[in-house]
């Protein structure tokens, strides 16, 4: 199990490194993380819900992601409160204190699928959840220590030397953490390191030292790990560099609850386009061509929030300029006359005006759509993806359907003028026929990579790279 000092310190990146490798090696293996928190998700071959790195993980190992691989997946609405999905289904809604007393259940759930993982696969890739030292939440706990504790599996702990205090960071959680937690970590790895590793050798010789356990490696920081789509929302606030080669500009509005953000990741990778993510408290930038409205968890909320941050007067602005927009999911629902929650499945029970850029409402209900979704789009352009909503959106604009599905039902609404679109579909980019129709439509140039032997081969040289500066042998023969 592979846990860390904190997020973001590459527990879910070094997890699907190694099952990469050890597959390469002719093993058959396993992701799994217990409990992860993610708005960030992927739709399973078993017709789930899991977190989006664990998906990739999945991939990485050369097997099809399964809702066991995550059985337990918080979707935050909130910032108190989660929709709590297990199994790859909504089982609840819970605010973080009620959630707390859920745990002792859902660890049943979590054992599971843990055991069924154990007998397909010669090894289990476990990932932690968050820092194995937030002892205010030991109690209880599924996703790391407590996990680690109830299946008797040996830890590896990860910290993080890109954000400074490596050596307080993994020397403080030995010393907070209880005896007999410790007692399960056989080794560390520092992640991120950047320079001359013969500087860093005496640090790991101290954090040994102290700690009593083995250093398994100091991993240098793996610049094309920014291709591979990224699961937490920290990642929205890495830094970017601009495209000076670029043909097109697209806008994207950083919402409080966005979700399924991985849908921008193909068009990151195209040189011809430059994707600009903007925080509110700066404004959508005025030569933008096209301007999408990703997912969300909490579509009313995020209306509220882009209004707020003027984003509704940056949009309205573009359009009068001729700009196009592309709503996806929550985007989608944005983009129209009416969001209606009158079961209070967001919060209130309520109605509020959309941004009017399409004629259509939207009915938000608590059952959930999960499926895969193949067809073509109105210009005749093929898209493989898939649906992962709640809500109904009809209305006049649906009379001319963004897409057709391959079984011939209508999908997702366009303006008279084809400039605004919205759709349910979420992977739209990650399809080459889809991305290079959307370049046309920018009049950017082709599209020049394809995206998924982009991601095939990060995988594979994240593998080799990890494979460079881990033991893999020695991590084998530490597994249970």
């Known amino acids: ?50 977190g989006r790195a664990q998906a990739l993980q999945a991939r990485a190992a050369r097997t099809q992601a399964s809702v066991h691989m995550n059985p337990v997946l ?80 040996p830890v590896v702990l990860i910290g993080d030397i890109d954000r400074g205090g490596v050596i307080a960071s993994l020397v403080g959680t030995r010393a907070v953490i209880d005896p007999e937690d410790a007692a399960l970590i056989r080794g560390f790895l520092v992640n991120k390191f950047r320079g001359d590793p013969a500087l860093f050798a005496d640090g790991m010789g ?40 670029a043909h097109a500009c697209i806008a994207v509005p950083v919402l409080p609850h966005i979700a399924n953000f991985d849908d921008l990741d193909p068009l990151d990778a195209e040189p011809a386009l430059d994707v600009v993510r903007v925080r509110p408290g700066r404004a959508l930038p005025g030569d933008a061509d096209l301007i999408i409205l990703p997912g969300s968890k909490a579509t009313i909320a995020d209306l509220a929030a882009l209004r707020a941050a003027g984003f509704d007067v940056d949009i309205a602005a573009h359009v009068r300029r001729g700009g196009k927009v592309l709503g996806l999911c929550g985007g989608y629902q944005l983009l129209g006359r009416t969001v209606s929650d009158p079961d209070g499945i967001e919060g209130a029970r309520t109605s509020v005006a959309g941004l009017g850029l399409l004629d259509v409402a939207t009915t938000i209900s608590a059952s959930k759509k999960l499926e895969p979704a193949h067809g ?70 082709p599209a020049v990579i394809v995206y998924e032997h982009l991601v095939d081969d990060v995988l594979d040289r994240l593998a080799a790279h990890l494979a460079a500066h881990i033991d893999l042998d020695r991590l084998l023969r530490l597994s249970r």
């Open 1 to 50: 199990m592979f846990q860390g000092t904190g997020s973001d310190v590459g527990k879910s990146l070094i997890v699907a490194g190694l099952a990469r490798a050890f597959a390469n090696r002719g093993l058959t293996v396993r992701p799994f993380k217990p409990q992860n928190m993610s708005n960030n998700a992927a739709v399973t071959v078993d017709g789930g819900e899991i």
């Open 376 to 445: 073509e789009t109105h210009d005749g352009a093929p898209f493989s993806g898939y649906e992962m909503h709640m809500g109904v959106t009809t209305g006049a604009d649906c009379a001319r359907p963004f897409a057709k599905l391959a079984d011939g039902s209508p999908e997702g609404a366009m303006s008279a003028d084809g400039r605004i679109v919205g759709t349910y579909i979420h992977g739209l980019f990650a399809d080459d026929r889809q991305r290079a129709a959307w370049l046309a439509r920018l009049e950017a140039g």
């Open 206 to 245: 101290e954090i040994a030292r102290a700690t009593g356990w083995q250093a398994l490696g100091l991993v240098p920081f793996f610049p094309d790990a920014r291709l591979l789509p990224a699961e937490d929302a920290l990642a929205l606030d890495a830094p970017r560099s601009v495209n000076p080669g």
């Open 74 to 153: 918080l979707k935050p609405q909130s910032e108190t409160g989660s929709q709590v999905v297990v199994h790859g289904r909504v089982y609840a809604t819970a605010k973080a204190a009620a959630y707390q007393e859920m745990k002792p259940d859902l660890m049943r759930f979590v054992q599971q699928s843990f055991a069924r993982l154990k007998n397909e696969a010669d090894l289990v890739l476990v990932e932690g959840a968050g820092s194995a030292s937030e002892i205010n939440l030991r109690r209880n706990d599924i996703a790391n220590m407590g996990f680690a504790r109830a299946a008797a599996v």
